[in-house]
């Protein structure tokens, strides 16, 4: 139809940058030049190519406006062939040109994001949007460059290249599905013929299952499916089912070169092991074989016997370590589910780095959920080869180091910023092992009130509910594919197995399940994560009927074993009375979700699941438990070579030498660049942020954080989380890389102000394939070490999550025990390692060792109490924990935070190069007297200075000098800034005094309040943090969510904008994925509700973050009224150096009037929380003059003497003139790139400069007077 506005067809648009606005083409030439060594490119051009099907002319126009921003875009017309017009837009024609386009069948959210701004402005369901990148290379480029660029710009994993011809359709277009095949004969194979069978079909499994399956069938007399043979290699997975850590140990020995004082302590330690293995064994009146996973458990059920263990929330139902934690709020105290999980996702973050890492976090997130917990704070702990390796070096069938580093890091922090969950604590360790296979890990914190949680086993006739996205062919096989070893070829098999992230349709689900009335409703609920359909809703009963043609689909052509196993993320499996399911349904509706009644408990034991009326899976719960065929191994304990790392490293030179060699080393350098990248100030709770003081820094310990009761109400208890690890200490001596994992966890707990020995633990191991003796012995010797830990100082590991495939061909990752601590404190005992100011004396407390270089843990105990005392009774100002580089680092990292020179004592002080992992540096209040702390086993290092100076005996030098040695490392890797920013500029905030930051006067009210509207459209993440920043000035708000699940929805949800926007007096634009905003509020009743609004005097308009640019595009900001675009107005574009950045930045408001404004002093600065990788803004010099004659400009970035600055670090964005923030000629339309919303009492504590600005008491008052 057409609706005269001319024939319907498809229409393909080509969008590229204006050519000072390619940051990410220049970004791209500067890889393929510098490190891939193509040096005859010469420029590179980008087109973003997007096709819709089934659009009128007038329907293109429209889309066309929303999609292409004259301020910095160029619109390209399409040539009857499909390719772009470069005549027409006077391009030169390329050397050559690539297609890429993602892979048929995985999720692509510039698509999404497309599809949904044409669904809205246009009011109506349209075909799925297709978008690929066409790129035009110039310069003198040979077929071996082409190949290379082919090969850098194109993963199969993800990515395949497209033609420039124009498709018939946007719809994909798949082959008929047939019917499940039934393997006919197999109980009648013969061994040799199940080993051919086993080749064939690709099994994770070992042929001793394949056989067990054989007998099972064979009891049924009957064939399997090939569904049932999936699921169950699924089932019995190492990813799903810990194969490994199950298998039975018969024989464990030591080999004949152990030494024999370490080999007498690995004998006591697994006697002692055995001795409560038998006890336990005797208690169940069963006799078991041990296993790793005992040895991973068996502390806590000790301690739990020993001392009890109330604070454990003990459950069927849950997926992550919960603990019952007392938080205080307003002088109240109520108890909420503290819950924290550990995952990781090596294998698919290997194979497709940025899908991979954001998959981490999405899934370890959706585990505290579905125990109904909000995920508030995030810890991200990643291993890598050298990223710096050149290009040539890369290993066959393997991405560069460099790729794989960077693309991670994005991927795990775009899926976090765009959920919203602050990232507290970055850190990554680099080995050359990890060539084999990367580390990802992501840790997450979540909480609810206990008394919102219902746990019931479910009941036949209860129905199971499918909620959240579709199923698509994205994470089939991603189970078994993770548990296995890999090779050369392993990237071109793995294309379905890696998950692709929706980051914004999970918000919706943490808003779901944060609502009260629903999450009682809910009687069990697991997460999609491993397995699918097979596993998540296989999980949740014993008895279980799936349909699978009810599980809603991204697109048809997949078959019934294909649904059963996706592992399609963004989805949860919740089991609900019967009574109940339409409540939940209409629940997850106004949550903009959808959620489909898949499957009924039944009482028969039996998992069963039918596709187009074939059963295709019936198994009987009792077979499926058995795991599969028993495992059965022999075991060597690992050696130590621990003797060989604890020593210091050769010394080159004099003091100041060894200080810059020990700083530039790779696994001591600065991570700054790569820390910004994730965003750590959303949900107002960050306590400590990830970089301290004024020159942000110092790296904290770990990471802290108010625990939320509510949605933007937070307590003012703190939680804590820590992680401890070594790669090469795990590498000299698994045993003492497993102990001191746990050891400097609980120091750094105790060094962020907790208490040691109430924290709870949770382990992640990380190993190569267990092939023999020796190689099982490392993650026996590795839990062994950590066993030992945790009796000694009392803290349970209550969670845990193994990896055992870390392999490729011959070689292999280091032993890799990480342990992660979780403890509580007030907010208000929180400690900082940031050295706070000069004059201060610092001690070190020492891991007291012995000849084998294990701990005298009593003598430990005894000092860590000694400091858990004082702090309790403040008089800790500061306290840092140390790791393998040794004293000297960690005292230079807590120096830089405040830029404070350090000079050492005089005396004899310990080896200051060595590694000394766990032990502490402190310094107290002058009431502490320091021969306590010497009987107490502290020893003076020295004072802090105010000279930036570094010195020792007659050595000394700048603080400077050895920052530039920190920061260089990683540079190339993580730069700091668009151009190289010397040392002095980094350090040039310490400067900054605090007075100048101040807030304005406190405003009493009345009892009026202004009405605060703040639509939650797709993909909006600050809602909550924005709303209670208004209810602390005084104001009641109203999120509105906008529902776009179709047209109906759509129209609806446009109807109660415009309304709800009529009747409110601020309207708030939050931020909301690329062009959704724009489609919303373009369309006609919004648009007009918008400008009737602001034809009442009395009414404003705020946008921060993502919201400005959002005012900037519908031209509310400068012009204060909705209007199109031209290319003289001004926009945000991506920052200078391109990525996200997370940063503390100090603005100066420039004295223009606003009712936002009214409160502020003149020449005001203040410290706010930027985040975004949008925030560099662009204005013509025409435009410019006319907004400075017009006093529009309402803040900029200021220096550390206070002046308005262009220039990095203090403007990180390259915002023209340092502009942050811009008013409306008339002053009631805020935009300013800066979270001001982001202050709460108590949080950033480690920068006293940060005070919040009173731009909301402001907008009140002006309202209520």
């Not at 399956?213 to 089912?241: A, G, M, N």
């Not at 997130?365 to 508030?376: K, V």
């Not at 107005?1129 to 391109?1138: F, I, K």
């Not at 403007?1211 to 340092?1218: A, I, K």
Request: net charge negative; hydrophobic share 40%.
């Amino acid at each position: 139809m057409d609706n005269g506005n001319g024939s319907v067809s498809l229409r393909r648009f080509y969008i590229t940058k204006r050519p000072d606005l390619d940051t990410c083409e220049q970004s791209l030439k500067n890889d393929l030049t510098d490190f891939v060594n193509i040096k005859g490119l010469q420029n590179i051009v980008a087109l973003l190519r997007a096709d819709f099907d089934q659009l009128t002319d007038y329907e293109a126009e429209r889309i066309l406006s929303l999609l292409v921003d004259p301020a910095q875009d160029l619109h390209i017309r399409t040539l009857a062939s499909g390719g772009p017009d470069l005549v027409a837009a006077k391009l030169d024609f390329p050397s050559y040109e690539l297609v890429v386009e993602p892979v048929a069948g995985q999720y692509d959210q510039r698509a999404d994001m497309a599809t949904q701004m044409a669904q809205i402005v246009l009011e109506k369901d349209i075909v799925p949007v297709r978008t690929a990148v066409h790129y035009l290379f110039y310069g003198d480029l040979t077929d071996i460059d082409r190949e290379r660029i082919k090969r850098w710009l194109i993963n199969p994993v993800e990515s395949e290249e497209g033609v420039v011809d124009l498709p018939e359709t946007t719809q994909r277009v798949f082959d008929k599905v047939s019917d499940i095949t039934v393997y006919n004969g197999f109980i009648e194979l013969s061994p040799q013929e199940l080993m051919s069978f086993l080749s064939k079909q690709q099994l994770a499994m070992t042929i001793d299952d394949l056989s067990h399956i054989q007998e099972y069938f064979r009891s049924l007399r009957r064939d399997p499916t090939e569904t049932e043979i999936k699921v169950l290699d699924t089932y019995w997975s190492d990813h799903c089912r810990h194969t490994t850590f199950n298998t039975e140990l018969n024989t464990v020995s030591f080999p004949p070169d152990i030494d024999n004082e370490f080999k007498s302590h690995l004998a006591n330690s697994w006697q002692r092991y055995l001795d409560w293995h038998r006890h336990f064994d005797q208690l169940k009146q069963q006799e078991s074989a041990p296993t790793l996973m005992d040895i991973a458990t068996i502390a806590t059920k000790i301690l739990q016997e020993k001392i009890g263990l109330s604070d454990l929330d003990q459950s069927e139902e849950i997926n992550a370590c919960s603990i019952k934690v007392p938080v205080e709020l307003q002088g109240n105290e109520s108890e909420v589910l503290l819950m924290f999980k550990n995952e990781t996702h090596n294998h698919p973050t290997e194979i497709e780095p940025f899908g991979g890492a954001g998959t981490c976090l999405g899934g370890a997130i959706r585990d505290p959920l579905s125990g109904r917990a909000y995920a508030y704070q995030a810890m991200r702990v990643s291993g890598g080869a050298d990223p710096r390796q050149d290009y040539d070096r890369t290993l066959p069938g393997k991405l560069p180091q460099r790729q794989i580093a960077r693309l991670a890091s994005l991927g795990y922090s775009s899926y976090g910023n765009e959920i919203g969950i602050a990232a507290g604590h970055v850190a990554e360790f680099y080995h050359p092992g990890f060539a084999a296979k990367r580390l990802e890990a992501g840790a997450i914190l979540a909480a609810v009130p206990s008394e919102q949680v219902r746990r019931y086993r479910p009941r036949p006739n209860d129905v199971v509910i499918l909620v959240g996205g579709k199923t698509g062919r994205d994470g089939i096989g991603g189970a078994t594919g993770s548990s296995q070893s890999h090779h050369q070829t392993s990237h071109k098999q793995s294309a379905a197995e890696v998950q692709k992230g929706n980051p914004a349709l999970e918000r919706n689900l943490q808003r779901l399940f944060r609502n009260p009335e629903l999450s009682r409703l809910i009687r069990r609920c697991n997460d999609f994560g491993a397995g699918g359909v097979a596993v998540a809703i296989g999980e949740l009963s014993e008895g279980l009927l799936i349909n699978l043609d009810l599980v809603p689909l991204k697109y048809e052509g997949l078959n019934g074993t294909e649904i059963a196993l996706s592992e399609s993320q963004e989805r949860m499996a919740v089991v609900v009375s019967k009574q109940d399911a339409d409540s939940f349904l209409a629940h997850a509706a106004e949550e903009n979700l959808e959620a489909t009644i898949v499957a009924t408990v039944t009482e028969e034991p039996v998992l069963k699941m039918i596709w187009r009326g074939q059963t295709i899976v019936e198994l009987e719960r009792s077979f499926l438990d058995t795991n599969g065929a028993t495992q059965r191994a022999d075991a060597f304990f690992s050696p130590s070579r621990a003797a060989d790392w604890f020593v210091s490293p050769a010394s080159h030179g004099s003091f100041t030498e060894q200080l810059l060699a020990v700083l530039s080393d790779l696994n001591n350098c600065s991570r700054k660049g790569l820390i910004e990248r994730f965003d750590s100030t959303i949900g107002s709770g960050t306590v400590l942020l990830p970089l301290g003081g004024k020159t942000q820094l110092t790296p904290e310990m770990g990471m802290a954080s108010l625990i939320p009761v509510a949605a933007g109400e937070s307590s003012e208890t703190a939680s804590l989380m820590t992680c401890g690890y070594d790669p090469y200490l795990a590498e000299a001596s698994p045993y003492h890389g497993g102990y001191f994992a746990v050891l400097t966890a609980l120091s750094k707990i105790l060094s962020m102000g907790g208490d040691p020995f109430s924290a709870r633990l949770s382990l992640q191991e990380y190993f190569g394939k267990v092939t023999n003796r020796e190689t099982w012995g490392k993650p026996l010797t590795a839990l062994l070490g950590a066993f030992d830990a945790i009796l000694d100082f009392g803290t349970p590991a209550i969670g845990g999550k193994d990896s055992m495939s870390g392999t490729y061909e011959d070689l292999h990752v280091p032993p890799s025990l990480i342990a992660f601590a979780v403890a509580t404190t007030s907010a208000r005992k929180v400690v900082s390692a940031t050295f706070r100011h000069a004059n201060m004396k610092v001690y070190s407390f020492s891991v007291p060792l012995n000849s084998s270089y294990l701990v005298n843990i009593e003598a430990w105990r005894q000092r860590l109490v000694f400091i858990r005392d004082l702090m309790r009774e403040n008089k800790v100002i500061n306290a840092a924990t140390v790791d393998g580089g040794g004293l000297a680092v960690a005292i230079l990292k807590s120096l830089w935070g405040e830029a404070l020179g350090f000079k050492f004592a005089s005396e004899p002080m310990p080896d200051l190069f060595a590694p000394a992992p766990g032990s502490l540096l402190v310094s107290f209040t002058e009431d502490v007297l320091e021969k306590d702390i010497v009987e107490a086993g502290g020893v003076l290092l020295g004072l802090t200075t105010n000279d930036k100076m570094v010195v020792k005996d007659d050595e000394g030098i700048s603080l400077g000098e050895l920052l530039e040695a920190w920061i260089m490392p990683l540079d190339e890797i993580y730069p700091l800034s668009t151009y190289k920013t010397k040392a002095f500029a980094l350090l040039a905030d310490s400067d900054l005094e605090p007075k100048s930051c101040t807030t304005g006067p406190a405003i009493v009210l009345g009892d009026k309040k202004p009405q605060v509207l703040i639509p939650v459209l797709p993909g909006t993440n600050s809602e909550d943090d924005l709303a209670q920043a208004f209810r602390q000035a005084g104001a009641e708000t109203e999120l509105l969510i906008f529902k776009n699940r179709n047209s109906d929805d759509i129209k609806h949800s446009l109807q109660q904008l415009a309304k709800r926007i009529v009747d409110s007096q601020i309207l708030v634009f939050a931020g909301a994925s690329p062009g959704i905003a724009h489609s919303v509020f373009s369309t006609e009743q919004v648009a007009e509700a918008v400008m009737n609004m602001l034809n009442d005097s009395q009414k404003l308009i705020l946008g921060t973050g993502r919201g400005f640019a959002e005012l900037l595009q519908l031209g509310l900001l400068p012009h204060g009224e909705i209007r199109a675009r031209k290319i003289s107005d001004p926009t945000l574009a991506l920052n200078a150096r391109g990525d996200f950045i997370s940063r503390t930045v100090t603005t100066k408001y420039m004295n223009a009037k606003s009712p936002w404004l009214q409160l502020f002093m003149p020449d005001q600065l203040d410290r706010v929380p930027i985040a975004g990788n949008k925030g560099r803004l662009v204005i013509p010099l025409d435009t410019l003059d006319h907004l400075m004659s017009q006093e529009q400009i309402a803040f900029c970035y200021a220096d550390n003497q206070g002046q308005p600055t262009g220039f990095e670090p203090w403007n990180p964005t390259g915002s023209v003139l340092g502009i942050e923030g811009l008013i409306s000629p008339d002053g009631r339309i805020l935009g300013k790139f800066g979270l001001s919303e982001r202050y709460r009492h108590m949080i950033s504590q480690n920068d006293a400069t940060i005070h919040g600005q009173p731009l909301f008491l402001s907008a009140v008052k002006w309202l209520v007077d």
